[in-house]
Protein backbone atom coordinates (compact mmCIF):
# COMPACT_ATOMS: atom_id res chain seq x y z
CA UNK A 1 0.00 0.00 0.00
CA UNK A 2 2.15 3.04 -0.92
CA UNK A 3 1.48 6.14 1.57
CA UNK A 4 -1.18 8.92 1.13
CA UNK A 5 0.00 11.14 -1.99
CA UNK A 6 -0.72 15.09 -1.93
CA UNK A 7 -5.11 15.11 -1.96
CA UNK A 8 -4.58 18.10 -4.43
CA UNK A 9 -7.40 17.82 -6.54
CA UNK A 10 -9.69 16.14 -4.56
CA UNK A 11 -13.13 18.09 -3.57
CA UNK A 12 -12.18 20.79 -6.46
CA UNK A 13 -13.74 21.21 -9.62
CA UNK A 14 -12.73 24.15 -12.03
CA UNK A 15 -9.65 25.17 -9.55
CA UNK A 16 -12.33 26.02 -6.67
CA UNK A 17 -12.69 23.86 -3.54
CA UNK A 18 -16.26 22.37 -2.99
CA UNK A 19 -15.79 22.34 0.67
CA UNK A 20 -19.05 20.84 2.06
CA UNK A 21 -20.58 22.88 4.80
CA UNK A 22 -23.26 21.65 6.91
CA UNK A 23 -26.38 23.68 8.21
CA UNK A 24 -26.96 23.58 12.15
CA UNK A 25 -30.21 21.51 12.79
CA UNK A 26 -32.18 20.31 15.83
CA UNK A 27 -29.91 20.09 18.75
CA UNK A 28 -26.85 19.72 16.60
CA UNK A 29 -23.88 21.62 19.11
CA UNK A 30 -21.31 23.76 17.45
CA UNK A 31 -18.66 21.01 17.60
CA UNK A 32 -20.47 18.24 16.30
CA UNK A 33 -20.98 20.59 13.46
CA UNK A 34 -17.32 21.58 13.08
CA UNK A 35 -16.40 17.53 13.36
CA UNK A 36 -18.83 16.41 10.61
CA UNK A 37 -17.87 19.15 8.25
CA UNK A 38 -14.47 18.02 9.15
CA UNK A 39 -15.20 14.29 8.42
CA UNK A 40 -17.02 15.27 5.18
CA UNK A 41 -14.19 17.31 4.14
CA UNK A 42 -11.35 15.25 4.86
CA UNK A 43 -10.04 13.25 1.82
CA UNK A 44 -8.71 10.53 3.85
CA UNK A 45 -12.25 9.73 5.09
CA UNK A 46 -13.16 9.41 1.98
CA UNK A 47 -10.03 7.56 0.50
CA UNK A 48 -10.33 5.16 3.29
CA UNK A 49 -14.02 4.43 2.42
CA UNK A 50 -13.09 3.80 -0.92
CA UNK A 51 -10.46 1.34 -0.41
CA UNK A 52 -12.27 -0.53 2.35
CA UNK A 53 -10.24 0.85 5.31
CA UNK A 54 -11.93 1.11 8.47
CA UNK A 55 -10.57 4.33 9.36
CA UNK A 56 -8.65 7.04 8.30
CA UNK A 57 -6.08 6.28 11.23
CA UNK A 58 -4.82 3.96 8.87
CA UNK A 59 -2.97 5.85 6.85
CA UNK A 60 -0.92 7.10 9.76
CA UNK A 61 0.48 3.25 10.34
CA UNK A 62 1.05 2.57 6.51
CA UNK A 63 2.90 5.91 6.69
CA UNK A 64 5.36 4.37 9.62
CA UNK A 65 5.40 1.11 8.12
CA UNK A 66 6.81 2.38 4.42
CA UNK A 67 9.25 4.78 6.36
CA UNK A 68 10.50 2.59 8.89
CA UNK A 69 9.49 -1.28 7.45
CA UNK A 70 7.94 -2.05 10.85
CA UNK A 71 5.93 -5.06 9.41
CA UNK A 72 6.63 -8.36 8.09
CA UNK A 73 5.46 -11.92 7.92
CA UNK A 74 6.04 -14.18 10.58
CA UNK A 75 5.49 -11.59 13.24
CA UNK A 76 3.19 -11.36 16.22
CA UNK A 77 1.56 -7.96 16.90
CA UNK A 78 -0.62 -6.16 19.80
CA UNK A 79 -2.66 -3.39 19.08
CA UNK A 80 -4.23 -1.50 22.32
CA UNK A 81 -7.58 0.08 21.69
CA UNK A 82 -8.07 -1.35 18.42
CA UNK A 83 -11.36 0.07 17.46
CA UNK A 84 -12.75 0.18 14.88
CA UNK A 85 -10.05 -2.06 13.55
CA UNK A 86 -8.08 -0.11 10.84
CA UNK A 87 -5.03 -0.84 12.18
CA UNK A 88 -5.34 -4.51 13.00
CA UNK A 89 -6.40 -4.79 9.32
CA UNK A 90 -3.38 -3.07 7.85
CA UNK A 91 -1.12 -5.03 10.20
CA UNK A 92 -3.09 -8.60 9.01
CA UNK A 93 -2.45 -7.89 5.55
CA UNK A 94 1.02 -6.48 5.92
CA UNK A 95 2.08 -10.10 8.15
CA UNK A 96 -0.28 -12.52 5.90
CA UNK A 97 -1.99 -13.71 9.51
CA UNK A 98 -5.17 -14.76 7.62
CA UNK A 99 -2.58 -18.03 6.10
CA UNK A 100 -1.34 -18.55 10.06
CA UNK A 101 2.02 -16.97 9.16
CA UNK A 102 1.69 -14.52 12.14
CA UNK A 103 -0.67 -13.40 15.27
CA UNK A 104 -2.27 -10.11 15.32
CA UNK A 105 -4.71 -9.70 18.46
CA UNK A 106 -6.08 -6.37 18.81
CA UNK A 107 -7.86 -5.43 22.04
CA UNK A 108 -10.19 -2.80 23.48
CA UNK A 109 -13.26 -1.98 26.08
CA UNK A 110 -15.36 -2.35 23.10
CA UNK A 111 -16.86 -5.01 20.76
CA UNK A 112 -15.11 -4.63 17.14
CA UNK A 113 -16.64 -6.44 13.97
CA UNK A 114 -14.51 -9.86 12.60
CA UNK A 115 -11.35 -9.28 10.39
CA UNK A 116 -9.83 -12.08 9.13
CA UNK A 117 -6.21 -12.46 10.05
CA UNK A 118 -7.20 -10.25 13.49
CA UNK A 119 -8.62 -12.19 16.90
CA UNK A 120 -10.20 -9.38 18.30
CA UNK A 121 -10.87 -9.67 22.60
CA UNK A 122 -12.68 -7.46 24.83
CA UNK A 123 -10.45 -6.75 27.37
CA UNK A 124 -8.78 -3.81 29.78
CA UNK A 125 -4.90 -3.72 28.72
CA UNK A 126 -4.18 -2.33 32.35
CA UNK A 127 -5.56 -5.30 33.97
CA UNK A 128 -2.69 -7.08 35.90
CA UNK A 129 -4.24 -10.38 34.01
CA UNK A 130 -3.73 -8.71 30.45
CA UNK A 131 -0.06 -9.65 29.63
CA UNK A 132 -0.47 -13.46 30.50
CA UNK A 133 -3.60 -13.86 28.85
CA UNK A 134 -2.06 -12.25 25.53
CA UNK A 135 0.87 -14.16 26.28
CA UNK A 136 -1.04 -17.41 25.61
CA UNK A 137 -2.50 -16.18 23.08
CA UNK A 138 0.24 -15.28 20.96
CA UNK A 139 1.93 -18.46 22.12
CA UNK A 140 4.24 -16.39 23.62
CA UNK A 141 5.57 -12.68 23.17
CA UNK A 142 4.78 -9.73 20.91
CA UNK A 143 7.27 -8.45 17.79
CA UNK A 144 5.49 -5.35 18.61
CA UNK A 145 2.74 -3.36 20.23
CA UNK A 146 0.75 -0.26 18.53
CA UNK A 147 -1.58 2.32 20.61
CA UNK A 148 -3.37 4.36 18.74
CA UNK A 149 -5.16 5.00 22.09
CA UNK A 150 -6.51 8.64 23.12
CA UNK A 151 -7.59 9.68 26.33
CA UNK A 152 -11.26 11.13 26.78
CA UNK A 153 -10.92 14.89 26.38
CA UNK A 154 -11.99 17.71 28.85
CA UNK A 155 -11.37 20.80 26.35
CA UNK A 156 -8.44 21.99 28.86
CA UNK A 157 -4.82 21.83 26.38
CA UNK A 158 -3.43 20.89 29.34
CA UNK A 159 -5.23 18.48 31.08
CA UNK A 160 -5.71 16.82 27.93
CA UNK A 161 -1.83 16.29 27.31
CA UNK A 162 -1.12 15.40 30.23
CA UNK A 163 -3.75 12.59 30.24
CA UNK A 164 -2.72 11.07 26.61
CA UNK A 165 1.19 11.24 27.78
CA UNK A 166 -0.22 9.22 31.17
CA UNK A 167 -1.98 6.50 28.71
CA UNK A 168 1.37 6.16 26.35
CA UNK A 169 3.39 5.65 29.80
CA UNK A 170 0.69 2.59 30.99
CA UNK A 171 0.68 1.21 27.34
CA UNK A 172 4.65 1.40 27.30
CA UNK A 173 4.72 -0.32 30.60
CA UNK A 174 2.40 -3.06 29.28
CA UNK A 175 4.94 -2.96 25.93
CA UNK A 176 7.56 -3.86 28.57
CA UNK A 177 6.17 -7.21 29.81
CA UNK A 178 5.18 -8.21 26.45
CA UNK A 179 7.47 -7.55 23.91
CA UNK A 180 10.68 -9.33 22.34
CA UNK A 181 14.31 -7.99 22.11
CA UNK A 182 14.34 -5.98 19.31
CA UNK A 183 10.84 -5.28 19.04
CA UNK A 184 9.22 -2.18 18.42
CA UNK A 185 6.72 -0.09 20.05
CA UNK A 186 4.27 2.58 18.69
CA UNK A 187 2.05 5.11 20.66
CA UNK A 188 0.03 8.38 20.08
CA UNK A 189 1.20 11.41 21.86
CA UNK A 190 0.44 15.26 21.41
CA UNK A 191 3.14 17.88 21.54
CA UNK A 192 3.51 19.77 25.02
CA UNK A 193 6.36 19.30 26.91
CA UNK A 194 5.52 16.33 29.51
CA UNK A 195 6.47 13.58 28.10
CA UNK A 196 9.69 13.83 29.38
CA UNK A 197 9.48 10.53 31.65
CA UNK A 198 8.00 8.88 29.05
CA UNK A 199 10.85 9.59 26.50
CA UNK A 200 13.20 8.74 28.87
CA UNK A 201 12.06 5.48 29.79
CA UNK A 202 11.48 4.37 25.75
CA UNK A 203 15.18 5.19 25.44
CA UNK A 204 16.31 3.31 28.30
CA UNK A 205 14.09 0.50 27.20
CA UNK A 206 14.87 0.80 22.98
CA UNK A 207 17.82 1.29 20.98
CA UNK A 208 16.12 3.91 18.93
CA UNK A 209 13.27 6.46 19.84
CA UNK A 210 11.84 9.07 17.04
CA UNK A 211 8.92 11.69 17.20
CA UNK A 212 6.81 11.37 14.02
CA UNK A 213 4.11 13.37 12.82
CA UNK A 214 2.40 11.43 9.77
CA UNK A 215 0.83 13.33 6.65
CA UNK A 216 -2.36 12.11 7.27
CA UNK A 217 -2.40 13.56 10.98
CA UNK A 218 -4.59 16.59 10.96
CA UNK A 219 -2.54 19.86 10.38
CA UNK A 220 -3.90 21.65 13.06
CA UNK A 221 -3.80 18.99 15.39
CA UNK A 222 -0.90 18.75 18.46
CA UNK A 223 -1.14 14.84 17.40
CA UNK A 224 2.63 12.89 16.77
CA UNK A 225 3.66 8.69 17.43
CA UNK A 226 6.60 8.29 19.00
CA UNK A 227 8.19 5.17 17.29
CA UNK A 228 10.72 3.19 19.44
CA UNK A 229 12.31 0.08 17.83
CA UNK A 230 15.19 -1.74 18.92
CA UNK A 231 13.81 -3.54 22.33
CA UNK A 232 16.82 -3.96 25.24
CA UNK A 233 14.25 -6.70 26.80
CA UNK A 234 16.72 -9.60 26.85
CA UNK A 235 19.68 -7.44 27.90
CA UNK A 236 17.13 -5.93 30.47
CA UNK A 237 16.27 -9.28 31.79
CA UNK A 238 19.43 -10.55 32.16
CA UNK A 239 20.91 -7.56 34.44
CA UNK A 240 17.96 -7.71 36.67
Same mark, same amino acid.
Given at each position: ?SA???P????H???????I??KS?G???L???????????????A??R?E???SR??Y??I?L?E?????????NIID??????G?A?????????????????????L????????D?E??DFL??KA??K???????????V?? &?? $?????G?? !??D?L???? @??? *? /?????R???L?????VA????G?????L?????? &?? $??V???KP !???R????? @??? *? /?????GGTLA???
Amino acid at each position: MSAPKSPGASGHEGGRSLKIRVKSAGKRTLSSKTWLERQLNDPYVARARAEGWRSRAVYKLIELDERYKLFKPGQNIIDLGSAPGGWAQYVARKTLSANGKSKVVGIDLLEIETISGVDFEVMDFLDPKAPEKLRVKLGGLAHGVLS &DM $AANTTGHK !KTDHLRIIH @LAE *L /AAEFAREITLPGGFFVAKVFQGGAENDLLAALKR &DY $AIVRHVKP !KASRADSAE @LYV *L /ATGFRGGTLASSE
